[in-house]
C-alpha cells in the first residue's frame, strides 16, 4: 500500500499496482488521468486495473461545487475526442474513434477541435502554476517590474522569442491576454499556449541567458506579431458574424488562408481582405468553383491557384457593404489597444 499526495501523479512507473483510489478529487481532469496513467503501464501484470473515487459529501459538495465543475470540464474534453477511459465512472463515448475516422477523411476541424483541448489544458495547469507562485514572495517580484521588459532564456534545440501582450476587455471587464512565440527558424508564429509555455517554463534558479541583440531585428518581429494578433482576433469576428447560409468550403478556406498570413511569399493584407470576403453568403456557382479550387489544393498544397480563384471572385462580386459594416462595428482591439507586457529570447 502506497499513500502520496498529488506529487505521484506525474513522472512515476507504479506498474507493480493494481488498484488507485483518489480520495480527493483534482480541479483538473487532466490531473485525475495522469493519475490512473500511473499505474496503466506498460509492463503490469493485472488483467484488470481498478479505480475507486472518493467524493465530498453533499453538504461540502454543495459549497464547492466540485464534482459539478469537474464533470462539465471532463465533457469538454470528452467533447474534443480525447477521453478514452472513464475519469469518475461516467460512460465512455466513442468519439475517440470518431475522431481517427475524419483525421483519415481529412477533416479539417478536427485540428482546431484538437487545439481548443490543448487549451483547456493549458489554462487549468497555468491557473495551478500562477496561483502556486503568487503564494511566494514571487508575488513581491510581479508587483515591481516595469511593464515592456525583457530576458534571454536558453533552450535547447530552439531559436525564436516570446511575446505577451494585453488589450482591454470587449465587454470593459478585466484584460485580454495573447500569447504568441515567433519561431526563427520555421518562420511562423505560434499561438497555442501549451507549445509556448513548454518553451518558456522555467523557474527562479534558471541562469538568465544573454539576449542575442545584434541577431534579431526585435521591431520587425514585434510588428508580424502584432499583425498577427490582429488578423486572428479579425477571423474569429468572422466566423462569429458569419451566418448559416456560409458555406463548409468557406469557412475550409478561411482555415487554410489563416496559415499563409503571415508567410514572406504572400500579401498579408491581401490575405486578410479575402478572409472577410470569405464570411459574407456566396451563391452557388462561387461554391463549386471553391469547392474544386479546394480539391485541386488538397492534392497539391500549392495554395497560388487558390488564391487565383478567390481573386477572380472578389473581383466579380467584392465585399458585401452590410458585412464589412457589421465587421467594423463588431471589432474591438485596434493596434494601439496592444500592451506590451514582456518579451523573452529563447536561444539554443
Partial sequence: ???????????????????????????????????????????????????????????????LGLVKSLTAKIDTINQTGFLDASILGEVVTPRDFNTLRRIAQEDNQVIEEQEQFLELASSEMLLAHLQSMLATEAREWLTDLDDGIHSGLERRNARGIFFYFTSPHPEGEGRQHFWRYYDLVRREILDNRYHIMQLIACGPETPRFPPPYTEVDIYDVQEQVID??????????????????????????????????????????EIRSLRKFLGQPFVGAHIRRLRNALKDYGASSNPEPLLETLRELYAQTGLDVDVAQELRAYKSVQREDLHLVCYEYIWG
Fill in 228 to 269: 498577427d494578433i490582429l488578423a486572428n482576433i479579425e477571423y474569429r469576428q468572422a466566423v462569429s458574424t458569419a451566418t448559416k447560409s456560409v458555406s463548409d468550403e468557406q469557412t475550409t478556406a478561411i482555415t487554410i488562408l489563416g496559415d499563409y498570413a503571415n508567410h514572406p511569399d504572400f500579401d498579408r493584407n
Fill in 1 to 63: 500500500i502506497l499513500v502520496a499526495t498529488d506529487v505521484m501523479s506525474e513522472g512515476q512507473n507504479l506498474q507493480d499496482c493494481g488498484v488507485l483510489v483518489n480520495y480527493d478529487l483534482h480541479w483538473n481532469p487532466m490531473r485525475m488521468v495522469q493519475r490512473a496513467g500511473r499505474i496503466d503501464r506498460l509492463g503490469s501484470e493485472f488483467k484488470t486495473l481498478s479505480i475507486f473515487n472518493l467524493f465530498p459529501e453533499s453538504e461540502l459538495e454543495a459549497l
